[in-house]
Each structure stands twice: as C-alpha cells, then as structure tokens.
C-alpha cells in the first residue's frame, strides 16, 4: 500500500497501559480550517521521516501469476531513508524472529555497496536527456503525491463529535464520510470514495493521530479484473509523537476478497515501524 493512503487510512490500537480522559461537551471548531492545516502537514510527512532510522517489521502479501494471494514471513529491516529516489536502504536483519548470520548480513551490505556504486556510475554517465527525463519522473512522481493528498481532503467530509486526551495530547475525534459528488484526478481519490471512518486528529498541531476507515461497498481494482476487496475490509494506520514529531507507528490490513474473477483471499497482516533515531544524532 502507497504510503499516502496508508496516511489517510489510520487507526491506533492502544497499548493497555495508555489512558484516555473523555473532555466536556466538544466547543465550536472551524473543521474547514482544521483540514487544511492538516493537508499542509502531510505534505511535510515524507521529509520529516527521512530524519530519522528506525525498525520495520512486515509480512509482505504476494500475488501470482494465476491470483492466489499469500501472505510472507515476518520480516525485520533497519532502515535509513534517503531523500532521494531509489536510495533509502532497508537492511534485513531478522526472520521470523531469527536474526540473520553474520555472514548473510555481510552478502546484503556488499550487495547494497554494489548497487550504490552502480547507481553513482549511471548518473555520471547520463545524457542531458537521460537527466532531463529522470528530473521530470521524480517530478511527476511528487505531483501524483500531492494530488492523492487533495484528493484525499476533498473526498472526505469530516464531522467532529468530541475531544479525548491520550497520554497528554489532546485529540479531536471525527467521522470521516466520503462526498459522492467529490471531483478526483487520481486512482486512489476514486478509491477512496468507497471508504468511511473515524478520524483523531491532535489539537495542537493538526496532526492526524489515526483513523479506521472501512470499506463501505466492494472495491474494484484493474476494473475488477485484477481482483476486488470486499465490503467491510479495514485498513489500518497509526502515528504517535516522537520527537516532538508524528511518525507512523502501525498499519494493519484485514481484508476479504477475489482475485483474478474467481480465487477467494483472506489477510490480515500489520506492519509496525519502532525504534526511532534521529539521523543528526547518529552523525555526532
């Protein structure tokens, strides 16, 4: 799942141990204001997190040529991000709860080096127009991003219902409803006018905390052809504060559907992201 969606499909499963106050009757908000400042916010999120290592456990969901859907093993990468296209370096470092040998850890990291050097090699021998080309998709690439995050803004018509404090931040919470009427240019808006949910969004700073969003009927994807997920499948996102920043923290993905017309799927898989560090602080 692209990133952007997982950003507007968020929800936070609670540890145990975090407390939740419910406030008094919610006062009057400008929510028309509110989702501004937090369309302004996400378009901030891809730098914020190239500042900073951290962990990735994940089981990645595979189709084959013939539709079946499986589900891998449990992966754990460290990575370091990169803000430049096809650099960020996701280190595996764990299977299934089995560390890697130091010997396959050494083939990865030499591999990596490689595909560095060759990457150094291909941008010095480029051709104006091979430059020219590559600038225009990384271009391009940044506006469909953008305009998924607009997309995003004007399908969802956001209705706040009340604020809650959790460990200190105080959220407003809201139903997010799709508006049919809703004009969208990208493939995601489209899809995303087939979801509803719930949304927590910090007071303070705009910030979206999570959102449970489900599906509202079956999604068609590739026109129904490549597969179809069904009513009721639930994507997942959470974000939390580190650092005085909002750095995803957990996405889940409970889904029922067919592929290929016919082949019948059922998944349920999370993804969470953990151990934070700033990179200016590794640099010291």
């Known amino acids: 799942m692209r990133p952007v969606i997982a950003l507007t499909l968020v929800y936070l499963v609670l540890n145990p141990a975090t407390r939740w106050q419910s406030s008094a009757a919610l006062l009057p908000v400008n929510t028309e204001a509110i989702m501004r400042k937090v369309r302004d916010a996400a378009r901030l999120d891809y730098e914020i997190q190239n500042e900073f290592t951290y962990l990735e456990r994940r089981r990645d969901i595979r189709l084959s040529t013939f539709g079946k859907v499986t589900v891998g093993p449990l992966r754990t990468f460290e990575v370091y991000p990169s803000p430049i296209p096809g650099r960020t370096f996701k280190r595996l ?88 009427a809703a004009r969208t240019t990208t493939r995601e808006g489209r899809w995303l006018k087939q979801f509803a949910g719930d949304v927590w969004i910090s007071e303070s700073d705009s910030q979206i905390a999570r959102l449970d969003m489900r599906a509202l009927d079956d999604v068609s994807i590739g026109w129904g052809i490549v597969g179809r ?52 602080t590794l640099d010291r």
Do not use: C, M
Request: net charge positive; no cysteine; proline share 4%.
């Open 229 to 280: 997920v069904h009513k009721g499948s639930r994507f997942v996102f959470a974000r939390r504060k580190v650092d005085g920043f909002w750095l995803p923290s957990e996405v889940t993905f409970d889904a029922t559907g067919r592929t290929l017309l016919f082949r019948r799927f059922q998944i349920s898989t999370t993804t969470t992201f953990s151990d934070y560090k700033r990179r200016s």
């Open 93 to 180: 470092i764990e299977v299934d709860g089995k560390p890697l040998t130091a010997q396959e850890l050494a083939r990865r990291e030499a591999d990596h080096l490689k595909d560095l050097r060759e990457q150094e090699e291909r941008l010095r021998a480029e051709t104006p127009r091979q430059r020219e080309n590559r600038l225009k998709a990384e271009a391009d690439e940044l506006r469909e991003r953008e305009a998924v995050l607009d997309d995003a803004v004007a399908v969802f018509e956001v209705t706040f219902t009340r604020r809650e404090v959790v460990d200190g931040q105080t959220l407003l919470i809201g139903t997010a409803r799709p508006r049919p």
